[in-house]
């Protein structure tokens, strides 16, 4: 196989693998029913072999989110839509629309 049959391979199988993400994806993030969603996700990331490079994603509640899946943190935001919801609950209550707080944390949040 030349350089450039195992490059054209390569880009097909990338091309085929964020699709298939993104199928999966629009599956748990939009399917009413939660069962079966993580074993979903899971076999999704053990499939796909070159994960695609960081994306912005929007929550269920239309706020846009950094997504990396390449880091293992992000996976829930991205195939399911939603970052902590018991946390996001907490927030929507006490927080206004309009209103400015601070996510002090470790790495990842609501920035």
Known sequence: MSRREIAADSA?????????LRIVRTYTSRFPIDK??????????NTVSDLPPPV??????GCPMWA?????????VYFLGDYEP????????LVDPGSCCIDAGA?????
């Open 12 to 20: 097909t199988r990338r091309t085929l693998g964020d699709s298939f």
């Open 36 to 45: 079966g969603k993580f074993r979903l996700m899971t076999f999704a990331m």
């Open 56 to 61: 912005t994603v929007k929550t269920k509640d």
């Open 68 to 76: 990396d899946l390449r880091s293992g943190m992000h996976t829930f």
């Open 86 to 93: 018991a946390i996001s609950d907490i927030v929507r209550t």
């Open 107 to 111: 790495n990842f949040g609501w920035y």
